[in-house]
């Protein structure tokens, strides 16, 4: 699933995520985003949440995910990815951290790592 408000870079990680094969869910809000968590019948293996979204924290969002579904893994997207503080509780949480701006193969390397899929180089 990906928890994106900002259209573009939401619509060029769905292409990004989509060409690399993965079957995505997209959602522009927290809102959404639970109510897709809490449906039962949708399969989903890695959160991606940008950190702050018009009506939420990606930080809540991730720990409701994890929450309803202990076994999803999860990545945090942030453009502060300067500031430790915004950044380290993520990590402490155990939530993959990816800073903003990134391209494709950053992307596609942290969303494999979370899962755990070891890449061919």
């Known amino acids: 699933m990906l928890a994106e408000d900002y259209d573009v870079?939401?619509?060029v990680t769905d292409a990004f995520l989509q060409?690399?094969?993965f079957s995505t869910i997209v959602v522009t809000s927290c809102s959404e985003a639970n109510a897709v968590l809490g449906d039962p019948?949708?399969?989903i293996?890695?959160?991606i949440t940008d950190l702050v979204m018009p009506d939420g924290s990606g930080f809540d969002l991730a720990n409701h995910a994890k929450l309803l579904r202990p076994d999803v893994k999860v990545v945090v997207t942030s453009g502060?990815?300067?500031a430790p503080l915004?950044?380290?509780p993520l990590i402490e949480a155990g939530y993959s951290f990816l800073p903003k701006p990134y391209a494709k193969d950053e992307l596609l390397a942290i969303v494999y790592d979370?899962?755990?899929v070891a890449v061919a180089a």
């Open 41 to 43: 019948t949708q399969r």
């Open 45 to 47: 293996d890695v959160v």
């Open 9 to 11: 870079l939401r619509e």
């Open 19 to 21: 060409a690399a094969g």
């Open 80 to 82: 502060y990815a300067s």
């Open 86 to 88: 915004v950044h380290l």
């Open 114 to 116: 979370a899962l755990g």
